[in-house]
Protein backbone atom coordinates (compact mmCIF):
# COMPACT_ATOMS: atom_id res chain seq x y z
CA UNK A 1 0.00 0.00 0.00
CA UNK A 2 2.89 2.64 0.84
CA UNK A 3 4.21 1.80 -2.84
CA UNK A 4 0.80 2.65 -4.25
CA UNK A 5 1.08 5.87 -2.40
CA UNK A 6 4.39 6.66 -3.07
CA UNK A 7 3.87 6.15 -6.59
CA UNK A 8 0.94 8.03 -6.82
CA UNK A 9 3.13 11.45 -5.05
CA UNK A 10 5.68 10.48 -7.64
CA UNK A 11 2.89 10.87 -10.42
CA UNK A 12 2.11 14.51 -8.87
CA UNK A 13 5.32 15.57 -9.00
CA UNK A 14 6.08 14.02 -12.75
CA UNK A 15 2.94 15.97 -13.85
CA UNK A 16 4.35 19.19 -12.54
CA UNK A 17 7.54 18.57 -14.12
CA UNK A 18 6.74 17.07 -17.17
CA UNK A 19 4.72 20.19 -17.70
CA UNK A 20 7.40 22.41 -16.85
CA UNK A 21 9.73 20.47 -19.23
CA UNK A 22 7.54 20.43 -22.12
CA UNK A 23 6.72 24.16 -21.54
CA UNK A 24 10.69 25.17 -21.75
CA UNK A 25 10.81 22.76 -24.54
CA UNK A 26 7.95 24.34 -26.25
CA UNK A 27 9.03 28.08 -25.50
CA UNK A 28 12.60 27.63 -26.40
CA UNK A 29 11.58 26.16 -29.71
CA UNK A 30 8.52 27.38 -30.68
CA UNK A 31 8.86 31.17 -29.83
CA UNK A 32 13.49 31.26 -29.53
CA UNK A 33 13.87 28.51 -32.62
CA UNK A 34 16.52 26.80 -30.13
CA UNK A 35 17.21 23.20 -31.84
CA UNK A 36 14.99 20.60 -30.26
CA UNK A 37 18.08 18.70 -28.92
CA UNK A 38 19.41 21.73 -27.21
CA UNK A 39 15.89 22.92 -26.06
CA UNK A 40 15.43 19.18 -24.57
CA UNK A 41 18.57 19.40 -22.50
CA UNK A 42 17.48 22.79 -21.30
CA UNK A 43 13.88 21.85 -20.23
CA UNK A 44 15.01 18.67 -18.83
CA UNK A 45 17.84 20.28 -16.12
CA UNK A 46 15.00 22.75 -14.91
CA UNK A 47 12.63 19.97 -14.98
CA UNK A 48 15.23 17.79 -12.81
CA UNK A 49 16.18 20.80 -9.96
CA UNK A 50 12.05 21.38 -9.98
CA UNK A 51 11.76 17.84 -9.57
CA UNK A 52 14.58 16.70 -6.84
CA UNK A 53 12.96 19.44 -4.13
CA UNK A 54 9.55 18.36 -5.02
CA UNK A 55 10.53 14.42 -4.86
CA UNK A 56 12.94 14.43 -1.58
CA UNK A 57 10.23 16.77 0.23
CA UNK A 58 6.69 14.70 -1.16
CA UNK A 59 7.61 11.30 -2.54
CA UNK A 60 11.47 9.92 -1.30
CA UNK A 61 12.87 9.64 2.40
CA UNK A 62 16.28 10.24 1.74
CA UNK A 63 18.97 8.37 3.45
CA UNK A 64 19.95 10.00 6.95
CA UNK A 65 23.06 8.97 6.74
CA UNK A 66 23.59 11.32 3.43
CA UNK A 67 24.45 14.51 3.29
CA UNK A 68 21.98 16.68 1.25
CA UNK A 69 24.90 17.43 -1.05
CA UNK A 70 25.48 14.08 -2.04
CA UNK A 71 21.77 13.35 -2.15
CA UNK A 72 21.58 15.92 -5.01
CA UNK A 73 24.74 14.46 -6.76
CA UNK A 74 23.30 11.15 -7.05
CA UNK A 75 19.93 12.41 -7.88
CA UNK A 76 22.22 14.71 -10.42
CA UNK A 77 23.79 11.48 -12.09
CA UNK A 78 20.80 9.25 -12.01
CA UNK A 79 19.10 12.25 -14.00
CA UNK A 80 21.86 12.49 -16.43
CA UNK A 81 21.45 9.03 -17.50
CA UNK A 82 17.87 9.66 -17.97
CA UNK A 83 18.55 12.72 -19.99
CA UNK A 84 21.12 10.81 -22.12
CA UNK A 85 18.16 8.40 -22.40
CA UNK A 86 15.86 11.15 -23.19
CA UNK A 87 17.86 12.82 -25.94
CA UNK A 88 18.54 9.07 -27.66
CA UNK A 89 14.81 8.60 -27.52
CA UNK A 90 14.16 12.52 -28.62
CA UNK A 91 16.75 11.94 -31.62
CA UNK A 92 15.31 8.28 -32.41
CA UNK A 93 11.74 9.48 -32.33
CA UNK A 94 12.57 12.83 -34.24
CA UNK A 95 15.27 12.35 -36.61
CA UNK A 96 15.66 8.35 -37.37
CA UNK A 97 11.41 7.76 -37.58
CA UNK A 98 10.64 11.60 -38.62
CA UNK A 99 7.52 11.73 -35.53
CA UNK A 100 6.97 15.03 -34.23
CA UNK A 101 9.08 16.56 -31.91
CA UNK A 102 6.22 16.57 -29.34
CA UNK A 103 5.69 13.07 -30.15
CA UNK A 104 9.29 11.76 -29.57
CA UNK A 105 9.41 13.96 -26.27
CA UNK A 106 5.69 12.09 -25.16
CA UNK A 107 7.49 8.68 -25.73
CA UNK A 108 10.62 9.53 -24.30
CA UNK A 109 8.94 10.77 -21.22
CA UNK A 110 7.11 8.00 -20.52
CA UNK A 111 10.14 5.25 -20.92
CA UNK A 112 12.27 7.64 -19.05
CA UNK A 113 9.66 8.20 -16.04
CA UNK A 114 9.77 4.37 -15.38
CA UNK A 115 13.54 4.44 -15.23
CA UNK A 116 13.38 7.44 -12.72
CA UNK A 117 10.96 6.38 -10.10
CA UNK A 118 12.97 3.13 -9.44
CA UNK A 119 16.42 4.30 -10.05
CA UNK A 120 15.74 7.12 -7.26
CA UNK A 121 13.66 4.52 -5.21
CA UNK A 122 16.90 1.96 -5.10
CA UNK A 123 19.79 4.37 -4.81
CA UNK A 124 17.86 7.53 -2.47
CA UNK A 125 15.62 5.87 0.06
CA UNK A 126 16.15 4.48 3.41
CA UNK A 127 13.85 2.06 3.46
CA UNK A 128 12.08 -0.17 0.86
CA UNK A 129 8.24 1.16 0.87
CA UNK A 130 7.08 -2.41 1.71
CA UNK A 131 8.35 -2.15 5.52
Not at 46 to 71: A, C, H, P, W
Not at 87 to 95: A, K
Amino acid sequence: MKLIKQGLRFCVVGVICTVIDFGVLILLREVFGVNYLIANIVAFTVSVIVNYFLSMRFVFQGKKDTSKVREFIIFVILSAIGLVLNEFLMWLSVTALGLNYIVGKVIATGIVMVYNFFSKKICLEEKRCDS
